[in-house]
């Protein structure tokens, strides 16, 4: 073929698009489209890059009410020549949900489940709605969406339409691709129509109704005629192949499937409005069967034998460098009994109408293989909450691998490349030769090894020169390694950038061009998503680090000890996976969770904090500490530290947030709120001093509210009231004439008197104290005004919470030398001493000490009290609301445990935060968010609960949430239900 034959490919984009009027393009989004329209820095900021290596400031976001809104903006865009961006979740690894460009968030509104055809097994979906809902939505028809990756909890179906995602279960369903009907389209230029399978007879009748549709067509077609025995050629036959556009579809023999080209074109030629998609049976019961073998390679050469024998529903591999990475991260600790011996192992399962049939998969693959479950090497389970677990653990990989510590950093780039199957053992061991080459150690490998796609994460040098030039380098020797094998740059994830540049080395240089030519039909004006898989930009520039990196490194207040002391390096610990826009489950993110907001999520907080410290000369946000975007992102930031336990790379907003506001109000004057919540311990102390005259006027009508507003509490609080004894009141007389207990002797336990125990729940205290004292101990309380510094530091005032850190060391310092438990029963509380104070304080002996000694009542209890001690048989059934701050620090399970022991059959809703999250809640501006977290789960839990059924709530927070939430309800501390089981009352004791 000569090049007159060829169709004229665009242009590459023009970087930045410096001709476009941005102030009237916002102006007429704004006045033409229905929805938000968003080009304020703290926009920008937070949609400046994916999951991947690279980063680009969109001109603008829009998140439009409806897909006809959606539609409206693009057309604005069209009008005024500015690129367009689709974006879902915005998980992607490769670079492709990044650009400049506007930027087209379909997550937060345009998520329906349109239609259900059961009978067909077909439904109709908006681009927006995430896979997990999607298939909650499916389930009461027996059906389900068959590809799963493993963000399946928060990924958008546009999303994994855009990339041709897979996921594990790929091995029983195919990629997406091979699961939709038809898609409806819309052309950068305003052409819509819904794309399919088009038979000759179809064909005709499009073009003889000309118009854009028909030159689309007519095009694609002649692209299918000149091309079609290199694609037949050029195309690798194996079960992962998503690099380039799936011309392969556009064949005689794949129905001339243009919605199948669409699929994992990475919106570079339409965009997705509806997508009509194949349902799957969902799986009625299933087995599985952990196969151990000498390294993961070997695990790799097994796969083949596998798959001659048996029909899995999902075969992956895994290695023992990311078990090792999972344990260090204390990640997946269940699931890593269920492996048998062996450094590389494969989890196969199995599916069955019947759990019979499911088993007996199993042992049959296990005859075949000559083994048995009772080999060293195989671990058998067909407990569907065993298994679960093994599935969350493999798919915490990408988490566990991006930080691992004490070893370099991580980076996507070459992590998602397939092979043949057959081959898969032979190319892992010529990657690992490739590793050794490039000195980049032992990186995990784990994938999905039935299918031959492996992940891989690899610690380039991305803040070097050198070090770029070598991750350039790699992936060039990658991508001749992987063709070499008959296989592809991408097995799931996309080309993007990353890999968009690498395209000619997999398919040759004709095909590529065919990729141009069927983007020119699309999009001639190369507007949609540009410089990804045509034209693409080069893969080592729009670097988010780069060679010429430096920012600016801050003193701090707090140290970071896990992030080398660095703010910077802690803010950098979010590399985009997303779990925290997961709409339900978890702690993480209570406020994405009740708002949809990028910005409300832990890593668009992550992406701003980034931005602020970055030295990049395009970052939105300009002012540094100052920056009133990034307080603004802040500031529904519940400080809940669900990010801290739930997040796999472990981000710590709350205390990314806590840095911010002492930095930001720093030398300057703070909301009000920040000093009458901040100061709350100090408040309280006075209040104390006439509880009933303070508890009057707060709650009269007319100076409540007076009180209220100017203390920037919401007015729709009701204020706590103050005890009329105080806890430390009452304990000055409950030891009178009592020694003070040996601070060594192993029955001495110190109750720490918090401020919301001591002033307003004193009979929490009092009941620990008769439950410690009927176990045998003998309990001490500080004397005199003590404090943990908990509201000093959820409001930022961090140098005066470091003041009362050093009090309250000097007040705690005879026990701590002498090893003396001490007891928290407010959880944030507790939680301070265990790892606010050493992150402040690190290297203090005191406060390594304190952190070491700090135990729940539960954790002291089930350590420490007597062999032959039982606890109160209690005997009831209980509504659980875990603290927020006891499941990302302390956890649970010992908890758990005591109640188990006291006969409480305790249920445990998923109901993540309260929503009132200390000074959070009652601030000014927070009502509303506050109180739809609660409503998510928790509030309906506890109405919906029997009257005989106890609330057992020990955080503050939560038991005066659920006590404003109209539930009718008190909620009680575990201390008081078991103290409550004893022959002594509290209230005599």
């Given at each position: ?254 129905s001339f499937d243009v919605g199948r080209l669409i699929v994992g074109s990475e919106g570079t030629l339409a965009t997705i409005l509806r997508a009509e998609l194949k349902l799957m049976p969902t799986v009625a019961h299933t087995s599985m069967v952990v196969l151990g073998y000498d390294d993961i390679t070997a695990a790799a050469d097994a796969v083949p034998t596998i798959l001659e024998h048996s ?92 930080r691992p510590p004490g070893m370099p950093d991580t980076w996507p780039g070459w992590e998602d490349s397939a092979v043949p199957p057959e081959r898969l053992g032979d190319y892992l061991r010529d990657l690992k030769s490739l590793f050794h080459e490039f000195d980049l150690g032992e990186p995990a490998m784990y994938g999905h090894f039935g299918q031959g796609c492996v992940h891989i994460r690899i ?167 100052r920056s009133t975007e990034v307080r603004d992102a802040l500031d529904l930031c519940l400080s809940c530290k669900g990010c801290k336990t739930d997040c796999p790379v472990n981000v710590d907003m709350a205390t990314y947030k806590a840095e911010f506001l002492h930095q930001h109000y720093k030398g300057r004057v703070r909301p009000v709120a920040h000093y009458s919540m901040g100061w709350l311990p ?308």
């Amino acid at each position: 073929m000569n090049s007159s034959e060829l169709l004229q490919i665009p242009r590459p984009a023009p970087r930045g698009f410096p001709d476009i009027d941005t102030r009237a393009l916002g102006q007429d989004l704004s006045a033409e489209v229905d929805g938000e329209v968003r080009f304020d820095p703290g926009s920008r900021g937070a949609y400046a890059t994916d999951a991947s290596n690279y980063r680009q400031v969109p001109i603008g976001v829009v998140v439009p009410h409806s897909v006809e809104a959606g539609v409206a903006a693009i057309t604005v865009c069209a009008r005024h020549g500015a690129p367009v961006l689709s974006r879902g979740g915005g998980t992607s690894l490769g670079g492709q949900c990044t650009n400049v460009a506007v930027v087209i968030d379909w997550s937060k509104y345009c998520h329906r489940l349109i239609s259900v055809d059961a009978e067909a097994q077909t439904c109709v979906v908006e681009p927006g709605i995430v896979l997990d809902e999607l298939n909650e939505q499916l389930a009461p028809y027996g059906l389900q969406f068959g590809p799963r990756p493993s963000t399946h909890s928060h990924c958008a179906l546009g999303g994994m339409l855009g990339n041709n995602a897979c996921g594990a279960t790929a091995q029983r369903s195919g990629k997406t691709d091979e699961n939709i009907v038809a898609l409806e389209i819309l052309t950068h230029a305003g052409d819509r129509w819904w794309a399919g399978p088009t038979s000759d007879e179809e064909l005709e009748r499009i073009l003889a109704d000309g118009g854009p549709k028909a030159d689309v067509h007519r095009g694609l077609h002649e692209v299918a005629e000149r091309y079609g025995e290199l694609i037949r050629a050029r195309f690798p036959d194996i079960p992962r192949r998503v690099s380039g556009y799936n011309l392969n579809a556009l064949l005689p023999e794949s129905s001339f499937d243009v919605g199948r080209l669409i699929v994992g074109s990475e919106g570079t030629l339409a965009t997705i409005l509806r997508a009509e998609l194949k349902l799957m049976p969902t799986v009625a019961h299933t087995s599985m069967v952990v196969l151990g073998y000498d390294d993961i390679t070997a695990a790799a050469d097994a796969v083949p034998t596998i798959l001659e024998h048996s029909d899995p529903i999902v075969l992956e591999g895994v290695d023992s460098q990311l078990i090792d990475f999972e344990a260090a991260e204390h990640i997946g600790e269940d699931a890593r009994s269920m492996l048998p011996d062996g450094t590389g192992w494969l989890l196969v399962q199995f599916g069955g109408e019947t759990a019979e049939e499911a088993d007996r998969r199993v042992e049959e693959l296990l005859e075949a293989l000559g083994r048995s479950e009772h080999d060293a090497r195989v671990n058998f389970s067909d407990d569907p909450a065993k298994e679960e677990k093994l599935w969350k653990a493999r798919e915490a990989g990408l988490g566990a691998t991006a930080r691992p510590p004490g070893m370099p950093d991580t980076w996507p780039g070459w992590e998602d490349s397939a092979v043949p199957p057959e081959r898969l053992g032979d190319y892992l061991r010529d990657l690992k030769s490739l590793f050794h080459e490039f000195d980049l150690g032992e990186p995990a490998m784990y994938g999905h090894f039935g299918q031959g796609c492996v992940h891989i994460r690899i610690p380039f040098g991305m803040v070097t020169a050198n070090g770029v030039s070598d991750f350039r380098c790699f992936l060039e020797r990658a991508a001749k390694l992987v063709t070499s094998y008959g296989g592809s740059l991408s097995g799931e994830h996309g080309d993007g950038q990353a890999r968009g540049e690498l395209l000619e080395t997999m398919f040759g240089a004709e095909i590529v061009h065919a990729f141009g030519e069927v983007k020119a039909l699309f999009d001639p004006r190369n507007l949609m998503n540009p410089g990804k898989v045509v034209q693409p930009n080069r893969l080592d520039e729009d670097l988010r680090l780069g060679s010429e990196w430096d920012p600016t490194h801050y003193r701090t207040t707090f140290q970071y000890p896990g992030d080398d002391g660095s703010f910077t390096r802690a803010t950098m610990r979010c590399v985009g996976i997303g779990n925290c826009r997961s709409q339900d489950g978890g702690v993480m993110c209570p406020s994405y969770m009740v708002t949809k907001e990028e910005e409300n999520s832990t890593r668009g907080r992550a992406r701003l904090l980034f931005e602020m410290l970055s030295p990049h000369e395009d970052s939105p946000i300009k002012d540094g500490w100052r920056s009133t975007e990034v307080r603004d992102a802040l500031d529904l930031c519940l400080s809940c530290k669900g990010c801290k336990t739930d997040c796999p790379v472990n981000v710590d907003m709350a205390t990314y947030k806590a840095e911010f506001l002492h930095q930001h109000y720093k030398g300057r004057v703070r909301p009000v709120a920040h000093y009458s919540m901040g100061w709350l311990p100090l408040l309280a102390r006075i209040a104390s001093q006439a509880p009933r005259l303070v508890n009057r006027v707060l709650s009269a009508p007319v100076l409540s509210t007076i009180c209220k507003r100017l203390a920037g509490i919401a007015i729709e609080r009701e204020t706590p009231a103050f005890a009329h004894q105080t806890f430390l009141a009452w304990w000055s007389e409950h030891s009178v004439g009592r020694p003070e207990p040996d601070p060594r002797a192993e029955t001495t336990v110190v109750v720490w008197p918090d401020t919301f125990t001591n002033r307003f729940d004193p009979h929490i205290g009092r009941a620990a104290v008769v439950l410690l004292e009927s176990a045998g101990f003998d309990v001490t309380i500080p004397d005199g005004s003590v404090c943990c510094g908990l509201t000093w530091v959820s409001t930022g005032q961090l140098s005066v919470a470091e003041r009362v850190f050093r009090h309250t060391l000097a007040v705690l310092r005879p026990w701590l030398e002498a090893g003396t438990p001490i007891i928290g029963l407010e959880p944030s509380c507790t939680a301070v001493f265990r790892t606010d104070m050493p992150e402040m304080l690190p290297d203090d002996k005191m406060v390594q000490r304190l952190s070491a000694q700090t135990r729940t009542m539960a954790e002291f209890l089930l350590e420490h009290a007597p062999q032959d001690w039982e606890p109160p048989q209690v005997r009831r059934a209980a509504l659980v609301h875990t603290h927020c701050h006891q499941h990302a620090v302390m956890g649970f399970d010992a908890d758990l445990e005591l109640m188990h022991r006291a006969g409480i059959d305790a249920e445990v809703p998923d109901s993540g935060c309260c929503g009132l999250a200390g000074n959070f809640g009652f601030e000014q501006g927070h009502y509303d968010v506050s109180m739809a977290c609660a409503e998510r789960v928790l509030l309906p839990a506890v109405r919906d609960a029997s009257p005989e059924t106890l609330v057992i709530a020990d955080g503050f927070s939560c038991r005066t949430q659920i006590a404003q939430g109209n539930t009718r309800r008190t909620a009680v501390h575990l201390a008081e239900v078991l103290a409550g089981g004893l022959d002594v009352p509290t209230s005599s004791a």
